[in-house]
T-cell receptor, first 114, second 109 residues
């Protein structure tokens, strides 16, 4: 059982380049999330998708876009990367956003923007 | 006031002792509470959840919730070197999951 799978694991971009981070879950979860984690800042929510077909902004959405492709997949796109977007990105899923269900995290993507 | 506050540490505890990790939250409407453990370079993993006042025990871990005082704690008994990690407190409020910045725990052999 793979759980939550993120690709790629590592990425280096130059300022202004674009890329898409991929995330897929095989737990039949309804809700999916993208977080970024920076030293001293903890986990901050970028975007989330409460259910297939819906997406909403989190705490730090600027500079990002998302697509909930189907129930399994939730991608995060950086249209024009900036050094401030250097971070570790985690995708997560949960059974239901409004319930007591905890998050299950992927292994993370370490992104460096030069 | 930050929504979820944790002492960043590091908290150093001798092997075999009890490690006590604390978390306070600002919104009385918070509904559910979780503790995640995160090893360096790894993703967070759920270790405890608690939804009502009182204690909840799972092996060497005990979560304690006091909604009146707005704090949640995690006790780790018989601490092992493998418990050395960052512990993240998370709170569900208004359908949002809010994380604290985490407490670094170091178990001294």
């Amino acid at each position: 059982n793979a759980g939550v799978t993120q690709t790629p694991k590592f990425q280096v971009l130059k300022t202004g380049q674009s890329m898409t981070l991929q995330c897929a879950q095989d737990m039949n979860h309804n809700s999916m999330y993208w977080y970024r984690q920076d030293p001293g800042m903890g986990l901050r929510l970028i975007y989330y998708s409460a259910s297939e077909g819906t997406t909403d902004k989190g705490e730090v959405p600027n500079g990002y876009n998302v697509s909930r492709l189907n129930k399994r997949e939730f991608s995060l796109r950086l249209e024009s990367a900036a050094p401030s977007q250097t971070s570790v990105y985690f995708c997560a899923s949960s059974w239901d956003r409004a319930s007591n269900s905890p998050l299950h995290f992927g292994n993370g993507t370490r992104l460096t923007v030069t | 006031q930050k929504e979820v506050e944790q002492n960043s540490g590091p908290l150093s505890v001798p092997e075999g002792a009890i490690a006590s990790l604390n978390c306070t939250y600002s919104d009385r409407g918070s509904q559910s509470f979780f503790w995640y453990r995160q090893y360096s370079g790894k993703s967070p993993e759920l270790i405890m959840s608690i939804y009502s006042n009182g204690d909840k025990e799972d092996g060497r871990f005990t979560a304690q919730l006091n909604k009146a005082s707005q704090y949640v704690s995690l006790l780790i008994r018989d601490s092992q070197p493998s418990d050395s990690a960052t512990y993240l407190c998370a709170v569900i409020r208004d359908d949002k999951i809010i994380f604290g910045k985490g407490t670094r725990l170091h178990i001294l052999p």
